[in-house]
């Protein structure tokens, strides 16, 4: 088993939709988690970052961790072709004083106009 | 300045070539990074810099050589190295330490290498 899994799409929605982006993992050690986003040909960008269980709202993002389930989720509400990119799911343990990351395989998402 | 600034962009070299990355962050991080990406993957990790120190190397090939100069820049000297070493190099750095200091990564845009 993979110690992140994520749909890797294609996902195709039109402009306007929710979008929900999701990973599960396996070690439960991780206590930090976040969302990247990366256009084609560019680097990740850190959309939303969580410690430990609950929820955090940025604009149209909705970020969501479920610890007991091993489950994250990101949001997307009123969905923009700008939004088309490449979606990483992270986690961290922070074992050690070092912030290695473990990412997801990345869904890739398109908004349609 | 939020950014972490990659040179160069692209950049091709031969098999039998020594070329050198370079990255560079006035954030104050002190933690930094080099990433390996293929297309369609995600970020695989090369090596971890700490404080100025190499903290992990994560089975890298030597022809892959990593130097952290000062607290600002990174660099990664390739040398020898085989077409399928080919794709997006990202460095990225972060504040260290856990809790309420983890802010997850910056990462640059990367330096896209094509060896020939």
């Known amino acids: 088993q993979k110690e992140v899994e994520q749909d890797p799409g294609p996902l195709s929605v039109p402009e306007g939709a929710i979008v929900s982006l999701n990973c599960t993992y396996s070690?439960?050690?991780?206590?930090?988690f976040m969302w990247y986003r990366q256009y084609s040909r560019k680097g990740p960008e850190l959309l939303m970052y969580?410690?430990?269980?609950g929820n955090k709202e940025d604009g149209r993002f909705t970020a969501q961790v479920d610890k007991s389930s091993k489950y994250i989720s990101l949001f997307i509400r009123d969905s923009q072709p700008s939004d088309s990119a490449t979606y990483l799911c992270?986690?961290?343990?922070?074992?050690?004083?070092?912030?290695?990351?473990?990412f997801g395989p990345g869904t890739s998402l398109s908004v349609i106009p | 300045d939020t950014e972490v600034t990659q040179t160069p962009k692209h950049l091709v070299m031969g098999m039998t070539n020594k070329k050198s990355l370079k990255c560079e962050q006035h954030?104050?991080?002190?933690?930094m990074y080099w990433y390996k990406q293929k297309a369609k993957k995600p970020p695989e990790l090369m090596f971890v810099?700490?404080?100025?120190?190499?903290?992990i190397n994560e089975s890298v090939p030597s022809r892959f050589s990593p130097e952290c100069p000062n607290s600002s820049l990174l660099n990664l000297h390739l040398h020898a190295l085989q077409p399928e070493d080919s794709a997006l190099y990202l460095c990225?750095?972060?504040?260290?330490?856990?809790?309420?200091?983890?802010?997850?990564?910056?990462f640059g845009s990367g330096t896209r290498l094509t060896v020939v």
């Open positions: 070690n439960s050690a991780f206590q930090y």
């Open positions: 969580t410690y430990s269980s």
């Open positions: 954030m104050g991080h002190r933690a």
């Open positions: 990225a750095s972060s504040r260290q330490g856990g809790g309420a200091h983890n802010y997850g990564y910056t």
């Open positions: 810099y700490s404080y100025e120190k190499l903290s």
């Open positions: 992270a986690m961290s343990a922070l074992k050690t004083s070092y912030d290695k990351v473990i």
